[in-house]
């Protein structure tokens, strides 16, 4: 378990939060808890409700689409990258599948509390959900890159 010190270090050096005061810094360490994942492990399905929104600190992760009998991978995510954007939207429900190609080490927010954090810091929320849009705007361009191979090889 990564101790709140070692979180909150780790929450500095994650370039996407380079932009945050270091208030805004200690708020989110305090919502974040230490993740592992072994290899295979299913962290979250296509269709789920949103839980938990991770920066993934080590590891490789698959984020997967079905497609009939098929799974297809459509991006595979590495250290520094986000996982679970849709844990910042209320209602919302998980678009892709994720799985653990290797183990993997996380910081964990619960999807709640960051909403949370948002509402009470518009600066916070601001830069947040700015990031998240970036986030989005990139997993579809991943997918749309799998759909033009797939039919390309078809």
Do not use: K
């Not at 986000?82 to 994720?98: I, M, Y």
């Not at 653990?100 to 600066?123: K, M, N, Q």
Request: glycine share 6%; with cysteine; hydrophobic share 45%.
């Amino acid at each position: 378990m990564i101790a709140t010190t070692a979180l909150t270090d780790s929450l500095r050096q994650h370039p996407e939060l380079a932009e945050l005061t270091p208030q805004q810094i200690e708020r989110l360490a305090e919502i974040a808890r230490d993740v592992r994942f072994d290899a295979g492990d299913i962290i979250f399905q296509e269709g789920d409700g949103r839980d938990d929104f991770y920066l993934i600190a080590s590891g490789l992760v698959a984020l997967e689409i079905r497609a009939g009998n098929r799974v297809i991978r459509v991006e595979t995510l590495r250290e520094g990258e986000e996982l679970g954007w849709s844990a910042a939207l209320p209602d919302s429900r998980r678009h892709f599948q994720a799985r653990a190609l290797r183990t993997v080490h996380a910081i964990a927010f619960d999807g709640d509390s960051l909403r949370a954090l948002c509402d009470e810091d518009p600066s916070f929320g601001y830069r947040f959900f700015r990031w998240m849009v970036t986030v989005v705007a990139e997993r579809l361009q991943a997918t749309q890159m799998q759909i033009i191979d797939l039919h390309a090889t078809s």
